[in-house]
């Protein structure tokens, strides 16, 4: 068997602008009640949990202005995803929520105790996806002057995280008695300071908050670079990410893996699921339809000018400059923001435009998955079959359509073949991704 993970790639969010199958979305994104929707349909797909995006800014990289970023939503609305997430909790009993934190601004003390308070509230169905950040505006809204340097910022990052953990330690198990009879909420023996003195940070602690169920709540990470797969090696439970094919898809995991291996980590301890966005029809004639309808507007203007703005926000640098019908330059060494995210860009320019790239490529996608419920779920099998394993994080919009889809199409042809889980045994979010 295999795991499930659905990605909310826009975030706390307007989902669907410019988009079909908006709902009421467009009137009333800031509403809880698509999320809701969404977790009651994973839970009952036995998704092991949903991951919220998040940023910190509002990006005015393409063409050295915010016009782009605000016209297309991009980027933009990010409420709080730690606040939906409280919402959700209450919605499911099983599902797991991940919402991201930045460690390069969010103060350790603050973040440990934000998410034990969400591992409380889910009953032990919490985690933090732990990002660095990539924009110098980010750094900018929080009093730095640009962002640090990209390696610096994941050293940075192990420490904060090493504290975090320090802090949800610092209750010993059975600390909280709640023993009425004799007046004693929690045993003074069991809750200590850390006194954490730190190169970047420093606390003194214990949390003022015990921690919930998990102790530690979950830890996911993205970082495909070689200093972000180490951060992720070390501290993960999950790890995502999007190697193109089968062979990279290899690759990764055995480099995890053995990374993993030098920091004492047996590989059941940290899932690696693979972006993919499946593309469901009723029959494989109608999904090749849906695909080849999407690539169509892939191609015009306003897709490419998009497009353009999110590679800006990736890569730190305006591509409002260049020549869209010249090939891409060579940005090998100039990225500060997310190097591993435009290396996969670089890899695939090659004998394309500008244009021509914008329009095939695919930000999500390890594998293509295009065809009816039964197609793709065998196509998802034999994937993992070949690769090893862990499962798939599934990243495509989230509109009650696709969601369907997915929920009621692809995942029923997952579970027929045994091939995802039909019902949750762990009490956990932890113990349901230790599961298998
Ligand atoms: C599935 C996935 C989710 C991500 N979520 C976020 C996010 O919410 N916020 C963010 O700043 N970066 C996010 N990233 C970017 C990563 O944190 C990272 O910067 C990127 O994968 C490039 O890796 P590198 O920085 O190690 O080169 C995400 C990446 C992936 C693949």
């Known amino acids: 068997m295999f795991h499930l ?26 509403s809880p009640s698509l999320y809701a929707d969404a977790a009651r349909a994973l839970e009952r797909a036995c998704f092991d949990f949903m991951v919220f995006q998040d940023g910190l800014m509002v990006p005015d990289v393409f063409g050295g202005s915010m016009e782009a970023d605000l016209k297309f939503a ?3 609305p990010r409420s709080d995803p730690t606040a939906m997430v409280a919402v959700l909790t209450q919605v499911t009993k099983n599902l797991g929520y991940i919402p991201t934190i930045s460690t390069s601004f969010y103060p350790p003390f603050m973040a440990a105790r934000m998410l034990a308070t969400l591992d409380q509230l889910s009953g032990g169905h919490a985690g933090g996806n732990l990002v660095t950040s ?7 809204n929080f009093g730095l002057e640009g962002h640090h340097d990209h390696d610096l910022r994941y050293g940075m990052a192990e420490e904060w995280t090493d504290l975090v953990t320090q802090l949800w330690d610092s209750w010993e198990p059975g600390a909280v008695v709640m023993d009425t009879e004799r007046h004693v909420f929690a045993d ?16 003194r602690g214990p949390l003022n908050t ?14 495909g670079s070689p200093a972000g797969r180490e951060f992720g090696a070390r501290f993960a439970d999950v790890i995502f990410c999007v190697p193109n094919g089968i062979e990279s898809m290899k690759a990764y995991r055995r480099d995890i893996h053995e990374r993993m291996a030098a920091h004492g980590r047996a590989p059941e301890e940290c ?12 029959t494989d004639q109608v999904a090749r339809d849906i695909a080849a309808a999407r690539a169509e507007k892939k191609t015009t203007d306003a897709y490419v000018e998009e497009h353009l703005s999110v590679m800006s926000y990736f890569s730190g640098i305006d591509f409002a400059q260049f020549d869209l019908d010249q090939p891409m330059p060579d940005l090998d060494g100039k990225v500060n923001a997310q190097q591993s995210t435009m290396a996969r860009y670089q ?29 793709v779920a065998a196509k998802m099998g034999e994937v993992i079959e070949e690769v090893g394993g862990d499962g798939f994080l599934l990243s495509g919009p989230l509109n009650r359509k696709n969601i369907a889809e997915i929920t009621d199409g692809l995942v029923p042809a997952l579970k027929r073949r045994g091939l995802t889980r039909s019902s949750y045994s762990g009490a956990t979010l932890r113990e349901n991704l230790r599961e298998f």
């Open 134 to 140: 990539a924009s110098d505006r980010a750094a900018q």
């Open 347 to 375: 890899k695939d320019a090659a004998g394309k435009t500008l244009r021509e790239l914008v329009i095939a490529h695919n930000m999500v996608a390890t594998i293509d998955l295009v065809g009816s419920p039964d197609t």
């Open 271 to 282: 899932k690696i699921l693979f972006m993919v966005d499946p593309i469901i029809g009723e």
């Open 74 to 76: 991009q980027e933009i």
């Open 5 to 30: 993970g659905w990605f909310v790639g826009n975030g706390y969010s307007v989902q669907s602008w410019g988009r079909d199958w908006a709902g009421t979305d467009n009137d009333d994104w800031w």
């Open 188 to 203: 003074h023996t069991k809750v200590h300071p850390i006194h954490f003195a730190g190169k970047h940070y420093s606390s």
């Open 210 to 223: 015990p921690p919930g169920p998990q102790g530690r709540p979950v830890i996911s990470q993205a970082g």
